[in-house]
């Protein structure tokens, strides 16, 4: 079972960048598809990116096409989401969590405690 701790959040103004860390425990990490999600206040939460077991497939959110790049080191267990030219309805608390390949549904709904980020207008 894989462990997750998401990291790097914060407060940006508009334009901005930010860039999300999701450290993983366990040794089965590279057997596992990884999405990062999102939920806003009074929203469901949703996927916003997603990166294959080895990292050569990625997709995105319509939302944050052009924006946001996910990758992942097998090596270090970790998954990055880079955030650029950030907006305001960016602003939601951002989890990792491993994922199905086949629909990119988390494997588990279980969930860390995740990083916010806020975006000033």
């Known amino acids: 079972q894989v462990q997750l701790v998401e990291s790097g959040g914060g407060l940006v103004q508009a334009g901005g960048s930010l860039r999300l860390s999701c450290a993983a425990s366990g040794r089965t990490f590279s057997s596992y598809a990884m999405g990062w999600f999102r939920q806003a206040p009074g929203k469901e939460r949703e996927l916003v990116a997603a990166i294959s077991r080895s990292g050569g497939r990625t997709d995105y959110a319509d939302s944050v096409t052009g924006r946001f790049i996910i990758s992942r080191d097998n090596a270090k267990n970790t998954v990055l989401l880079q955030m650029n030219s950030l907006k305001p309805e960016d602003t939601a608390v951002y989890y990792c969590?491993?994922?199905?390949?086949?629909?990119?549904?988390?494997?588990?709904?279980?969930w860390g405690q995740g990083t916010q980020v806020t975006v000033s207008s």
């Open positions: 969590n491993a994922v199905r390949s086949s629909d990119y549904r988390p494997v588990k709904d279980l």
